[in-house]
């Protein structure tokens, strides 16, 4: 398993064609509150049970749904959601590896996200 740093990293590599620290790429999000989701996921800090449980706002940490932490990997790669439902069929639309590096640095993916999403991130 990758550590979140190493994640972070290799996603802005992606998104800036540099390795270095996250910078604005604003063609990749439709609007303000896509970038903001877009980071949020991208270094963990979201409303998703695991953090929550981390900041004491949640008892379990656990996908209400599936009985596993509920982190961002889990949200948008392995939950049985409609979100994870959507970024793995774009996945195999077009046949990119289904990784969450993959996920979170493909602004078309982060848009499907934000549509299909129902919960404040
Ligand atoms: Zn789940």
Request: proline letters at 1%; aromatic letters at 4%.
């Amino acid at each position: 398993m990758q550590s979140c740093c190493r994640i972070i990293q290799e996603v802005a590599s992606r998104c800036t064609g540099r390795n270095e620290g996250l910078l604005h790429n604003l063609d990749m999000y439709a609007n303000r509150g896509m970038e903001v989701m877009a980071n949020r996921l991208r270094f963990g800090r979201c409303r998703l049970n695991a953090y929550l449980q981390q900041i004491g706002r949640q008892e379990t940490g656990l996908c209400d749904s599936c009985g596993v932490p509920e982190t961002v990997s889990h949200y948008v790669m392995d939950c049985t959601n409609d979100v994870t439902k959507e970024v793995k069929a774009h996945r195999q639309r077009h046949r990119q590896e289904h990784t969450l590096a993959n996920v979170l640095s493909n602004g078309e993916i982060l848009r499907i996200i934000c549509q299909v999403n129902t919960r404040c991130l």
